[in-house]
């Protein structure tokens, strides 16, 4: 009987649905760009602490809930959920300012990765990495509550500090 129980249990559970949308690095970017004299709910975020001027910026925008918050970009666009996605290179000079467009005035959880080697996903070692709210980090991801931003009905200015590897955890550069 022991040994039949987890096939069992697997017979009962309801089968994941299959998402039929593929994920890539172009999701969300459509929505996502701002155009020029554009009105409606958008977030224009300043960038602070960059280590260097390499690689790319990665802004993402999530629902601000746990189940949401840095979940699959092709699952979260599949059901019909908040996700928008802007990339750009850093820029050599100046301040940094990226503009992210969302769908109503609310509240969104927003993500910043500085993409220093250009891979497309975080790395510890080598990346920066941001949140609205500027949340300490830890070891692991922050609750979609520390990461909260709320978007009103024209642009919001949000500021997001880059946290970096030092030592065993991860911190603003000072």
């Avoid at 602490?49 to 666009?77: A, C, H, I, S």
């Avoid at 609750?143 to 030092?166: D, Q």
Wanted: charged share 20%.
């Amino acid at each position: 009987m022991a040994l039949l129980l987890p096939l069992i249990l697997a017979a009962e559970a309801p089968a994941k649905p299959a998402v039929p949308l593929a994920s890539t690095p172009e999701l969300g970017k459509a929505e996502g760009k701002c155009r020029a004299g554009e009105s409606g709910p958008a977030f224009l975020v300043d960038v602070i602490g960059l280590k260097d001027r390499t690689g790319k910026l990665k802004l993402e925008v999530y629902p601000n809930n746990d189940t949401d918050f840095l979940m699959d970009d092709n699952v979260l666009v599949y059901q019909g959920k908040a996700f928008r996605r802007v990339e750009e290179e850093t820029p050599a000079s100046g301040n940094v300012q990226i503009c992210v467009r969302v769908p109503a005035a609310g509240p969104y959880s927003i993500m910043l990765l500085h993409d220093r080697d250009n891979n497309r996903k975080f790395g510890w070692w080598v990346d920066g990495i941001g949140f609205a709210s500027n949340p300490r980090l830890g070891w692991h991801k922050p609750k979609a509550a520390a990461t909260k931003a709320v978007a009103g009905n024209g642009p919001t200015r949000v500021s997001i500090t880059l946290n970096y590897r030092n030592g065993l955890g991860m911190s603003p550069i000072n």
